[in-house]
Nanobody, 127 residues
Framework: QVQLVQSGGGLVQAGGSLRLSCASS????????TGWFRQAPGKEREFVAA????????YYADSVKGRFTISRDNVQNTVYLQMNSLKPEDTAVYYC????????????????????WGQGTQVTVSS
């Protein structure tokens, strides 16, 4: 069983930066593709970024491309989302997710493909 514990987030002004962390407690994240999603009030949970478990392949939603960076440390069993040039429209609850895959370069972009989820963390960007 993979348990994902998120940290980071908070309140930042537009143009600022935040880093989210997602750590696996009790089990290695090796062999688990991971991703980040977000959900704004009244909206569906949407894909943000994904990374294969080897860390050499990534994919981003168009809305965050060039501003957000997903990365991972398989020794620390932690996945990160560095968010720069934040905009008010980035305000949402952010969730990390993981799902097993033998292919270290493969990643998932649909929420239904993920088996394990973090508890969510609020990111608020003020204008």
């Amino acid at each position: 069983q993979v348990q994902l514990v998120q940290s980071g987030g908070g309140l930042v002004q537009a143009g600022g930066s935040l880093r989210l962390s997602c750590a696996s407690s009790g089990r290695t994240l090796r062999n688990y593709a991971t991703g980040w999603f977000r959900q704004a009030p009244g909206k569906e949970r949407e894909f943000v970024a994904a990374i294969g478990w080897r860390g050499d392949t990534t994919y981003y939603a168009d809305s965050v491309k060039g501003r957000f960076t997903i990365s991972r440390d398989n020794v620390q069993n932690t996945v990160y989302l560095q968010m720069n040039s934040l905009k008010p429209e980035d305000t949402a609850v952010y969730y990390c997710a993981a799902s097993y895959n033998d292919n270290g370069s493969y990643y998932y972009t649909h929420r239904d493909e993920y088996d394990y989820w973090g508890q969510g963390t609020q990111v608020t960007v003020s204008s």
